[in-house]
Structures are given as C-alpha cells and as structure tokens.
C-alpha cells in the first residue's frame, strides 16, 4: 500500500518534536517527500536516524509492530490485508504496556487503512495546490481539508498547510486564504484520492 501525504506530514511532524518512530510494512515509504516535509534543518540535525523503518515484516508483522512500540512514540502500520478484531486488541494492548527509558508511555499507532478499534479515522477530503500559472509557475504551497471522525461519529475538521513552510502540517485560517511566501491565494480543489488513515491511540 502506498503511503499517502497525509502519513508522511505527520511522521515528519513526530521526528521533528525529537520522537523515536517506526514504520512497518510501509514499502512505498517516500523517503525523499520525508526529507522534503522534515526540512533541511531537522535533517542536518539527524531526524531520519530517529526513524526505524521495517518494509516487509512478513506474517508477523503484527508482533513487530508490537514489539517496536515498546521502544518508539509512534508506529506507522500498513497491514497486509484485513485486520481482524482479535489481532488488534493484541496489538492495542502491547501499545498501552511499551515502554521507553523505563517509564510506562503508550505509543501511538497509525494505520494506513481500517483498523477494528480505531480511536479516530483521519481523510483528506480536499486538496489544492497554489503557484502554478497556464503553463508556468512552480508549486509552493498544498492547503488541505482534514476530516477527523471519533468512534462516536463525531466529525471534525480543519484546514491545513500540507506541507507547511517547514515542513509538517500548520493550520489555515477558515476563510480563503493566502498562501506562505508568493504563493497565490487562488487554489484549484480537486476531490482527494488519499486513503482512510486511521489513528489508533
């Protein structure tokens, strides 16, 4: 399964607060467009070398995404295929019981894709891209439309920088705004095609 936009702003936002993460069964991991959201600055300083990166798990990957989130602050997973209830609940206990430096933490999980007992399901119902001409230009600047519904069906959203001027996502204002730097106000909307991500914990 490709990893969406959306996944890599919010990994890159993790490494740049200085968090340990991992990214298991993510075998489409773009590490340049990581680099690129980081910035130059959290690369220089050695975000990347926070990042542990398992592409193919195989039929366990269930247990290495567990065992992983006893050492790091958050796991992006793409499963295999379905996931059923009972391989979720072992993993979501594993999450609450990690550790790290000795003290009890619970990592974070994201999937990439529909999980049994997900706290939270994360879309990009709309993304638009600013700074190119009929012909020229060059891109400078994505404003998404991010959608968060809870397991209540409770529905929020917020508009976003995607990326932000460093990288990461930075929220927008809700009216129509003006892009970081020259970038022009006039975006083009397009209906998103960025998979469910789901937020476990």
Do not use: F, K, N
Request: with cysteine; glycine share 10%; net charge positive.
């Amino acid at each position: 399964m490709t990893v969406d936009y959306l996944a890599l702003a919010l990994l890159a936002g993790a490494l740049r607060q200085g968090l340990w993460c991992a990214a298991v069964g993510a075998r489409a991991l773009g590490g340049a467009a990581l680099a690129g959201l980081l910035g130059a600055h959290a690369v220089r300083a050695g975000a990347l070398q926070r990042l542990l990166v398992v592409p193919e798990p195989g039929e366990r990957w269930a247990e290495v995404s567990a065992v992983l989130a006893d050492g790091v602050d958050l796991v992006l997973l793409s499963p295999p295929g379905a996931v059923s209830p009972q391989v979720a609940r072992r993993v979501d206990a594993r999450l609450r019981q990690g550790a790290t430096a000795g003290e009890r933490h619970r990592a974070a999980l994201l999937v990439l894709g529909p999980w049994p007992s997900a706290r939270a399901v994360l879309r990009v119902d709309r993304l638009g891209w600013s700074g190119l001409g009929t012909g020229t230009g060059h891109l400078l600047a994505g404003e998404a439309v991010v959608t968060a519904e809870d397991r209540t069906r409770r529905v929020r959203t917020a508009r976003v920088w995607l990326p932000a001027d460093e990288g990461g996502l930075a929220p927008a204002s809700a009216e129509s705004i003006s892009a970081p730097a020259a970038a022009s106000a006039d975006l083009d909307w397009s209906p998103s095609r960025t998979r469910r991500l789901t937020a476990v914990a």
